[in-house]
């Protein structure tokens, strides 16, 4: 039963993760429609604790490549 | 609740447990994967312990490679789960359209690595569960379709003359790359052998990858391949399985391949990326061959094994000694091609690629005939 909890605990973990990689891309899509600013955002404490500091960099790169796609295809999918 | 009394013995029990090795490894292990990966590498970390203390597919010691203690074999499994979370979830709540959503050829690729991890996972589960014939005879089908199905897999141009000639011929390009692939995908089960090895590989490949392209799924396999790496680097106490390499290995073949076909990367590049698995394994077959033993029987006649034993004579931990292999290897082969790109020293779609594979092709056969000659007489000889 303990490992049952322990699993949850390790998929919630990850999901902290998931979280903080979606909602920085999307965040970034919404930035990006209204202003047009091209703004890396990597580097904020709480997306460092989430994700950490290569984590950082690799969601600083989804996010940008997946920008690039909206810039050259005009469309949202990365 | 806590008395005042039992702090000071909770203290003394956490000093004891500081002093236990296994305690030691987990603490340094969570404390990389937090640098690295903050809270989701804590939780990659938490599943990949869980795993590796589970019944389910443990390898005796001394079973698996140059392991001598007691292992799991889940790590492919585990792997497996991490990226399936952060893909499911990252398609739940972003924009991101995973590969085989949007394009049939990514579709059957992911179709075929799915059933290359079930072929995996029945035997990691119950080995022996399938004969070693009906696994090849399985992978020559699933990935036969594949191709079949998704000819913009096959590259037709290698910048070798003669090769690019037969690829070009509809059923014979066809062929070939089968056989290829088939061979990669056991090359690189061939290899895992060593602590971080084939994980280190993956790593490295998945790094060009991401770098390359920025897919998200590149990203998530990076993630934990890194994780997976810490892990076995630095306990041991896990392997990829057959689970993990045949998996790993199907993805990097049609990444690499596709990489070659969209002129993204040239061939050598790719043979330089995964020089040690293929030669190691062209190396083995024809050396079994000409011991007149089974070219498909296993063996501790692999580099890894040699070097192995080399460092074992100065390494006292067992672990570290098996650690110290495989990273050696992954990192002066795969490794050395990413820092290569990385640096910008040379572009993935030079030729000039193929260079840097010769080289590595001598190195591997000048350190194999140098270790030979120093240990002829021990358990890892070849007796004809």
Sequence with gaps: ?78 | MLGIDSFPRSIKQIQLLCLVPAAQKLALMFLLAAVTYGVTGIGAMLLMTLLANTHLGKDGAGKHGISIAESSRLGGVAIGIIVIVYIAGLSLMSPYTSGPERDVTFLYLWSAVLFCCLLGLAEDVKPDFLTPKLRLGAKFAVLGALFWLSPALIPLTVGVPAVDFLLNLPVLGWVLVTVFAVGFINALNMADGANGLVPGIALASFAVFFMEYGRPMDGALMFACSIFFIFNVISGWYFLGDTGSYGLGAILLGYGLLGVADGNFSAGFMAALFCYPCVDFMVSVIRRFRAGRSPFAADNGHLHNRLHQLIRLRVRSSVMANSFTGVIISVSTSGAVLLIYVVGLLPPDSDLWHIAFVVECSIYLASLKYLTSIQPKTQYADVG
Excluded: C, P
């Excluded at chain 1, 979606?22 to 047009?36: L, P």
């Excluded at chain 1, 604790?49 to 469309?75: M, P, Q, Y």
């Design chain 1, 1 to 78: 039963m303990r490992v049952i909890l322990y699993f949850v605990a390790a998929i919630g973990l990850i999901w902290v993760g998931v979280l903080e990689s979606a909602s920085s891309s999307v965040e970034d899509f919404k930035r990006y429609s209204d202003a047009h600013v091209l703004d890396h955002g990597h580097g904020s404490i709480q997306r460092v604790l989430a994700v950490g500091l290569v984590g950082d960099l690799v969601v600083s790169k989804i996010i940008s490549d997946g920008r690039d796609t909206v810039i050259i295809e005009g469309n949202e999918e990365f």
